[in-house]
């Protein structure tokens, strides 16, 4: 039983570059969510789905784009990154209950 | 603006006594709370939560007390273990599914 699986777990970027951080779940969740944790801040939440084709914007979405074709599926799209995006960012998902499963997250630097 | 705020970065206790992490927020539409605990490089895992219509909740050794006429709640560990070291995040929510989360409290036992 995996849960929530993100990857990569590291990468590096250059300014400019994009890439799509990976999450997947297999506990047939349907509300899924991306955050961001930068040093000493709580996490912020970028996007989030309420199920297979509907995604809306949280507090910080300005950079990102996501997508949710499967109930599995949920990929944080960075078009041209910026140093201002080197963050962790973490995703889970969440019955229709407030208990959230997380990933491990991916740790996202841009150079 | 930082609706849920842990003002204490870190705290640290003896092994056996009590660890007692304060959180406060500012939406009066917040009706339902969490904690979640973080080790390094990990996702966040949900500890425990408590509904608006109760002033505490207990499982185990961990028990949330709720003071909605303060906006504050709390966490209290008892007695505290090293396996309790770990970031505690506080995290509220208004009937949507999408928490907002406090930057957390470092706590470290000491043995």
């Known amino acids: 039983n995996a849960g929530v699986t993100q990857t990569p777990k590291f990468r590096i970027l250059k300014i400019g570059q994009s890439m799509t951080l990976q999450c997947a779940q297999d506990m047939n969740h349907n509300y899924m969510y991306w955050y961001r944790q930068d040093p000493g801040m709580g996490l912020k939440l970028i996007y989030y789905?309420?199920?297979?084709?509907?995604?809306d914007k949280g507090e910080v979405p300005n950079g990102y784009n996501v997508s949710r074709s499967t109930t599995e599926d949920f990929p944080l799209r960075l078009e041209l990154a910026a140093p201002s995006q080197t963050s962790v960012y973490f995703c889970a998902s969440s019955t229709d209950s407030y208990g959230y499963t997380f990933g491990s997250g991916t740790r996202l630097t841009v150079v | 603006d930082q609706q849920v705020k842990q003002n204490s970065p870190s705290l640290s206790v003896q092994e056996g006594r009590i660890s007692i992490l304060n959180c406060d927020y500012t939406?009066?539409?917040?009706?339902?709370f969490l904690w979640y605990k973080k080790y390094p490089a990990e996702g966040p895992t949900f500890l425990i939560s408590i509904s608006s219509i109760k002033d505490k909740n207990e499982d185990g050794r961990f028990t949330v007390f709720l003071n909605k006429s303060a906006k504050h709640l709390s966490l209290h560990i008892v007695p505290s273990q090293p396996g309790d070291s770990a970031v505690y995040f506080c995290?509220?929510?208004?009937?949507?599914?999408?928490?907002?989360f406090g930057a957390g409290t470092t706590v470290t036992v000491r043995a």
């Open positions: 789905s309420v199920g297979a084709g509907i995604t």
């Open positions: 995290a509220a929510s208004s009937a949507d599914y999408k928490l907002s």
């Open positions: 939406n009066s539409m917040f009706d339902y």
